[in-house]
């Protein structure tokens, strides 16, 4: 976050009941200063 942007990251586990399953980035938003809305990076 900065004063400009705030950057949001939707990350996910393909398997919430396995123990190290990998972390993945799904999609990332950014919401600017004075812009309403978080739209993709």
């Not at 976050?1 to 938003?29: H, L, S, Y």
């Amino acid at each position: 976050m900065t004063a400009d942007a705030w950057t949001a990251d939707c990350r996910v586990v393909d398997a919430v009941t396995t123990p190290g399953a990998p972390v993945r980035t799904r999609a990332t938003f950014v919401v600017e200063d004075g812009r309403p809305g978080a739209v993709p990076a």
